[in-house]
């Protein structure tokens, strides 16, 4: 199982739920004892430790039958222990990321960090752009680390990064499409000239017949309508195929449903029409006398 260090209180700081038992506290019976093997490497003895969902699946114990129970993590080579810490479950807590979402949630323990020094500190604040509250992070973490350097980041700003790939692909792809719509717009506007150009004859017979503006706008519109159609049912099948090979990559992801296909034909459709509605509307409104004697 993954092993990650935490200290008191953690899951509350960040807002993670547990959905059993208590998280570790600041208390010498949640710590345990620290000491070092063969002067060197550490053990502690009698700490409290919380699990995730996912290690319950790898216990095969209920979120119940593990509050109590014995853990045990350690690393060992060629018979020779280099830690070992032991203690009991305290918590079971909902599973949640700790990396992005490319990767899946793995099976964790979560132990007290007792006393090792830790690598990373969170610290909350309504006020991260303030240079004072920079200066008393920075003086606070030399009182706790000397030789390392402070640096420090926003977490929210870290986690938008984990996905700055997915945002630029988003954005490229949102521009080449504005293109296309761009470019079939004037084409389609082109093509509604001319079929409204070679069709004034039959336009005027139909009013002189009695058709009104209504069935003459119908009868163009659905010379552009019919290609769209037969575009969508081309374009979707490999529309819904790229969309499922994208996601292949996140362990946990949306299934597209039929909705946003059929929204998409109805958009495509809409711009169709507003696209082309202008020149067949000014067709039906010609004098048919005109029509018929222009030629």
Excluded: C
Excluded at 104 to 122: G, M
């Amino acid at each position: 199982m993954n092993v990650q260090f935490v200290g008191p209180e953690f899951f509350s700081f960040l807002g993670v739920e547990m959905i059993a038992g208590r998280e570790i506290l600041d208390q010498v019976a949640d710590l345990g004892e620290f000491s070092q093997m063969r002067d060197q490497f550490p053990q502690i003895d009698g700490l409290s430790a919380v699990v995730n969902e996912s290690a319950l699946k790898v216990m095969n114990k209920s979120k119940e039958e593990a509050l109590g129970a014995a853990v045990r993590v350690f690393t060992e080579e060629n018979g020779q222990l280099f830690s070992n810490y032991k203690g009991n479950i305290v918590g079971v807590v909902n599973d949640y990321h700790t990396k992005d979402l490319r990767y899946p949630i793995v099976p964790t323990v979560f132990i007290p960090i007792n006393d090792f020094k830790p690598e990373y500190l969170l610290v909350r604040s309504k006020q991260m752009d303030s240079s004072d509250l920079i200066n008393q992070l920075a003086d606070t973490w030399k009182s706790v680390e000397p030789i390392r350097p402070f640096e420090f980041s926003v977490l929210n700003d870290r986690i938008l990064m984990q996905y700055e790939e997915q945002e630029k692909a988003s954005f490229l792809i949102g521009l080449f499409s504005l293109i296309s719509i761009v470019i079939s717009g004037l084409g389609i506007y082109g093509l509604a000239l001319f079929v409204a150009d070679s069709k004034r004859k039959e336009v005027g017979i139909r009013k002189i017949l009695g058709a009104g503006i209504l069935s003459v706008q119908k009868m163009l519109l659905g010379e552009f309508l019919r290609p769209v159609l037969l575009g969508a049912i081309i374009s979707l099948p490999l529309g819904y195929y790229l969309m499922n090979y994208w996601l292949k990559q996140f362990p946990e992801k949306l299934e597209p449903g039929i909705g946003i296909f059929l929204l998409t034909i109805l958009i495509s459709s809409l711009l169709m029409a507003l696209t082309v509605s202008w020149r067949p509307f000014q067709a039906s409104t010609v004098n048919p006398v005109e029509t018929l004697e222009r030629d």
